[in-house]
Nanobody, 123 residues
Framework: QLQLVESGGGLVQPGGSLRLSCSASGFTLAYYGIGWFRQAPGKEREGVSYISSSGRSTNYTDSVKGRFTISRDNAQNTVYLQMNSLQPEDTAVYYC????????????????WGQGTQVTVSS
């Protein structure tokens, strides 16, 4: 069974940090580009960051540039999203997705999705 599992979400104060993990079972994550998306209540799913299969290429949406860092450890079959200087507007369910997207932040371009992990930024 092909499965992605996110972990690392939680409640954090503004200015705090979290590291999200995206692990795969049933397939080798190293063959895929990985995107992180988020969806806040009442809003559309938004692309946050992308990393190529090799890890050599990364992309970020403007609102997280300089605060979030995506990385991958293909030996561990895991992709990470380090989130620093978190703000209340970062509150959302965060999803990882695997695929070979032509449009990196288009959620329909991805083949496999995790169930999501909640990130809440609040004092």
């Amino acid at each position: 069974q092909l499965q992605l599992v996110e972990s690392g979400g939680g409640l954090v104060q503004p200015g705090g940090s979290l590291r999200l993990s995206c692990s795969a079972s049933g397939f080798t994550l190293a063959y895929y580009g990985i995107g992180w998306f988020r969806q806040a209540p009442g809003k559309e799913r938004e692309g946050v960051s992308y990393i190529s299969s090799s890890g050599r290429s990364t992309n970020y949406t403007d609102s997280v540039k300089g605060r979030f860092t995506i990385s991958r450890d293909n030996a561990q079959n895991t992709v990470y999203l380090q989130m620093n200087s978190l703000q209340p507007e970062d509150t959302a369910v965060y999803y990882c997705a695997a695929g070979w997207p032509r449009s990196l932040f288009e959620h329909r371009a991805y083949d496999y999705w995790g169930q999501g992990t909640q990130v809440t930024v609040s004092s």
